[in-house]
């Protein structure tokens, strides 16, 4: 359906860290940031149509994700993966801002980077997570969240490698409960997760996670945003509502069909929307 040239891959420094990431197609920069388990290849089948659309898709394999390397500095704290979004702005947009996708904790970067230097960002589109200051915890939140805390302890590497990471294909089928699940859909991460170092760096991520928000939260997102959330997710949809006062220019809130990976699920419709807003507020 979408006709838009090979993907090559490539690498680059930024902000300490050597990072290799797929690239698609030509125009103003679309960085496309992805979670956990999970590394760049989640946007395969959206790369195309963003390219299609007339950007140049780029998704980085994120600090610790193998083949980006694991960062000297050992921060995974949410300013520093924003940070992190920044510096990849820089080196590959030649100063010119940049339309920034985040799904999962790449949606945390994304909120984070808009936030930080909102002169860098052009579009802040962000998938299956709310703003953060907007969530409240909850019995049933924490409960739906467990893993945050199984994935911190000095345990977490072993268990998350046990049975081939049974855990990865486990924790998409929580949290796209409607998804029959492919053969084969996890097989790119746990590739990722048997290189030497890529787990234990994986699960930084949910060891730099603090009890106060991170600075970047605190401030307002002053520039246009979009927030998909999938119908069937486990954060439903309304809680994407109640973020609103802490945006000052546009935002919108796109229901899709599925869960907490809609674009995986769903990409037909995921990709139609997500290029109707690249359409109506991505272009300068």
Partial sequence: MWDSGAV????????????????????????MIHGFPDTAHTWDRTM????????????????????????GDGAYDTDTLGRDALALI???GGGQPAIVIGHDFGAGAAYAAAALAP???????????PHPRSVKP??????????????????????????????????????SPAWKVPPGETDRVKEAF??????????????????????????PITVPSVAFAGEH????????????HIFTSSYEVVQVPGGHFMHREHPDVFNAELVRVLGDKGRA
């Fill in 48 to 71: 195309p149509a963003v390219a299609a659309a007339g950007f140049r898709a780029v998704a980085p394999f994120t600090r610790g994700y193998h083949p980006t390397s694991v960062p």
């Fill in 233 to 244: 997710d486990m954060i439903a949809p309304r809680a994407y509502e109640k973020a609103r």
């Fill in 90 to 92: 820089d080196a590959l």
């Fill in 138 to 175: 909850t019995p049933k939140m924490l409960w739906t969240l467990r893993h945050f805390a199984t994935l911190r302890t000095k345990r977490a590497p072993a268990k998350l490698r046990r049975d081939d990471f049974a855990m990865v294909d486990a924790l998409v089928a929580r949290w």
């Fill in 194 to 219: 048997r290189e030497p170092g890529c787990v234990e760096a994986a699960l930084s991520y949910y060891r730099a996670i603090g009890v106060r928000l991170p600075p970047s939260n605190k401030l």
């Fill in 119 to 129: 002169e860098k960002v052009r579009l802040l589109v962000t998938v299956a997570i």
């Fill in 8 to 31: 090559e891959t490539k690498q680059i420094e930024a902000n300490g860290v050597r990072f290799t990431y797929l690239e698609q197609g030509t125009g103003p920069l679309a960085l």
